[in-house]
């Protein structure tokens, strides 16, 4: 496997995408209201809170293993099991079908306000963009697992990441064109 530090084109690629998706979730939710927010559309589907919540641990959580997984030393065996796949890999966790369900440790527990929400949302997603941005290591020399994908290299992670935004960008605007959601007035 290759040792050598992203291309400066990997990280264009990446620190743009993890900003575009980040700040394209948070034109379409930030100026929503609490009913909004907290609006399910069934008992067992996310509200838009819950959605920002689990994206928010689960950034954290995935940025901590990668920060952990480089103060290791690689397995050159390893293979990424999307190897050479990126664009794939990305359109397959943006793709809404099939519906995956949550691992209980990043499901939501309402754990914060809405106005923390959008604290800790958008400090895990610029945590992870000053990362991405500063990484000099080989982030494609470290893999770690995927409960869905297998292993990933660091860097498909951090894409991961920025899929997994765009993912709930998508179930938000779900949320937002249910006929009975409770718009606050503003057409959108």
Same mark, same amino acid.
């Given at each position: 496997?290759d040792?050598?530090?992203?291309?400066?084109?990997?990280? &264009?690629?990446?620190?743009?995408?993890?900003a575009?998706?980040?700040?394209?979730?948070l034109? $379409?939710?930030?100026?929503?209201?609490?009913?909004?927010?907290?609006?399910?559309?069934?008992?067992d589907?996310?509200?838009?809170? &819950?959605c920002?919540?689990?994206?928010?641990?689960?950034? /954290?959580r995935?940025?901590?293993?990668?920060?952990?997984a480089?103060g290791?030393?690689?397995?050159p065996?390893?293979?990424?099991?999307?190897? %050479?796949?990126?664009?794939?890999?990305i359109?397959?966790?943006? /793709?809404?079908?099939?519906?995956?369900?949550?691992?209980?440790?990043v499901?939501?527990?309402?754990q914060? %306000?809405?106005?923390?929400?959008?604290r800790? $949302?958008e400090?895990?997603?610029?945590?992870?963009?000053?990362?991405?941005?500063?990484?000099?290591?080989?982030?494609?020399?470290y893999?770690?697992?995927?409960p869905?994908?297998?292993?990933?290299?660091?860097?498909?992670? $951090? $894409?991961?990441?920025?899929?997994?935004?765009e993912?709930?960008?998508?179930?938000c &605007?779900?949320?937002?064109?249910?006929?009975?959601f409770?718009?606050?007035?503003?057409?959108?």
């Amino acid at each position: 496997m290759d040792s050598q530090p992203i291309t400066p084109a990997e990280r &264009e690629r990446l620190t743009g995408y993890l900003a575009r998706s980040g700040e394209r979730l948070l034109a $379409l939710t930030r100026g929503l209201t609490a009913a909004e927010l907290d609006y399910k559309p069934a008992p067992d589907r996310w509200s838009i809170a &819950e959605c920002l919540e689990h994206l928010t641990v689960v950034e /954290n959580r995935v940025l901590g293993r990668i920060e952990a997984a480089l103060g290791e030393t690689p397995d050159p065996t390893k293979r990424s099991a999307w190897e %050479g796949r990126d664009e794939e890999l990305i359109r397959t966790i943006e /793709n809404r079908t099939p519906r995956v369900k949550a691992p209980e440790l990043v499901e939501p527990k309402r754990q914060w %306000g809405h106005e923390e929400l959008f604290r800790q $949302l958008e400090a895990a997603r610029r945590r992870t963009l000053e990362f991405a941005s500063a990484a000099h290591g080989a982030l494609r020399s470290y893999l770690l697992p995927h409960p869905l994908f297998g292993e990933l290299d660091c860097y498909q992670w $951090l $894409l991961a990441a920025a899929a997994h935004f765009e993912r709930h960008r998508a179930q938000c &605007e779900e949320i937002l064109a249910e006929a009975d959601f409770p718009r606050a007035g503003v057409s959108r």
